[in-house]
């Protein structure tokens, strides 16, 4: 029986993409799977898959390279399927001395404006070269590529052409998706936001275009949903004078939940939203909410993202629009609330287009022979 071993420094251990999807369909078709993840310390069998994490995200780099080096010797995996470049060149020695396939599953920007944006000008740029050179030589170390995006296929799939390489989008195994489609109530409305709480993911764009569509109808009834929340006390300051400065009185706070019932927690929503700043980084990313929001039969309001006209075309569940055109949002919620058959049209359409195009029963197969063929390079 095939050893596949996952490596992630940022993820945890029970990652939606890792754990309930990759893992489980390697799983599934006979393999031996483990996952080792420098997030969360946890060792055990969940599922049938063994874990074998530990929290040293906060040590040196090469604390947490010797980690990985340690689970690799001991697991001796034939397939090692890396999340981040640390990991990748961690398990180098391993690959080149037992002739393992190393995937690179390239799911994030590397390096992401996260990482960049504690260092000053212009130690940042030095940074941002430095980090771009680790990218390039965790992808000349890798056997493989997966990724999860096409516009997150620059530059390792053209640098590295000749390596074999697939797509593998985001989309939710229909197991862990609750169906919930809705028709509009009159004079009542439910708008719901998902996710981290944060200027850069549109906490405030969410917010005015609420606060402008209050101000257009005073008379509809508008319950906001928030499921999330902050990472960075600037966030936790920003997302504090927004609530102070528009003071909704029907707004409900949740903490994230967990992925099993993650479509669950947002059942009543009418319309979901996801109104992120375009900048490049968010512009080449294609959010994987979209696909739990479509899913579970939710039209959304989305920033007119490329990596989403890329990859979907326009949507014909929801709208692409300016994030910070409040006016532009405004007159899309109005058009559901006059036409609420042309809401529940798009609802419709949003559960047919995943069942029938987005969900991960249609690509499971094509990720698990993959990984099979990576045996023999």
């Known amino acids: ?51 074998e994490s530990y929290a040293v995200l906060e040590e040196s780099t090469e604390k947490k390279m010797e980690t990985f080096r340690k689970v690799c010797e001991n697991f001796k995996p034939q397939i090692i399927i890396c999340s981040e470049p640390l990991a990748v060149v961690a398990s180098k020695k391993f690959v080149k001395e037992h002739d393992a396939s190393c995937i690179y599953d390239v799911t994030e920007w590397y390096p992401s404006m996260s990482m960049l944006q504690k260092y000053p000008f212009p130690a940042n740029i030095i940074q941002a ?32 052409c000749f390596k074999k390489q697939m797509i593998l989008p985001y989309y939710p195994d229909p197991v862990y998706i609750h169906e919930n489609i809705k028709k509009l109530e009159p004079g009542t409305i439910t708008l719901c936001y998902t ?36 990472v960075q006390d600037s966030d936790e300051l920003y997302f504090s004078a927004l609530l ?23 059942a009543e929503a ?25 899913g579970a039969g939710k039209p959304v309001i989305y920033s007119n993202l490329k990596g989403i006209r890329k990859h979907i075309g326009t949507l014909s569940f929801g ?27 798009h609802a419709l359409k949003a559960r047919k287009e995943f069942e029938e195009k987005y969900n991960w029963s249609m690509i499971k197969q094509s990720f698990v022979d993959f990984v099979k063929r990576s045996i023999d390079k």
């Open 244 to 266: 102070k400065k528009y003071s909704f009185n029907t707004i409900e706070l949740r903490k994230p939940t967990t992925f099993e019932q993650f479509t669950e927690a947002f």
């Open 195 to 230: 996710g981290q709480i944060s200027k850069d993911k549109g906490i405030g764009n969410f917010f005015n275009a609420l606060d402008r569509l209050r101000q257009k109808v005073p008379a509809l009834h508008i319950k906001i949903l928030i499921i999330g929340s902050t």
């Open 319 to 345: 709208s692409l629009v300016d994030p910070q055109s409040a006016d532009a949002i405004l007159e899309v919620i109005l058009n559901y609330i006059r036409n609420p058959e042309l809401y529940y049209v």
């Open 270 to 294: 009418d319309i979901c939203f996801d109104l992120r700043e375009i900048n490049f980084e968010n512009n080449h990313s294609l959010p994987i909410k979209l696909f739990y929001f479509m």
């Open 1 to 51: 029986m095939p050893k596949v071993l996952f490596l992630t420094t940022s993820h945890s251990y029970n990652d939606d993409r890792i754990f309930y999807h990759q893992a489980k369909a390697l799983r599934d078709n006979g393999y031996e799977v483990k996952i080792c993840s420098l997030y969360a310390a946890y060792e055990g069998v969940i599922d049938g898959i063994e874990i």
């Open 129 to 160: 070269v430095k980090f771009s050179l680790i990218q390039w030589y965790a992808g000349f170390l890798s056997t493989h590529f997966i990724f999860g995006e096409t516009t997150k296929k620059f530059p390792l799939a053209y640098f590295f």
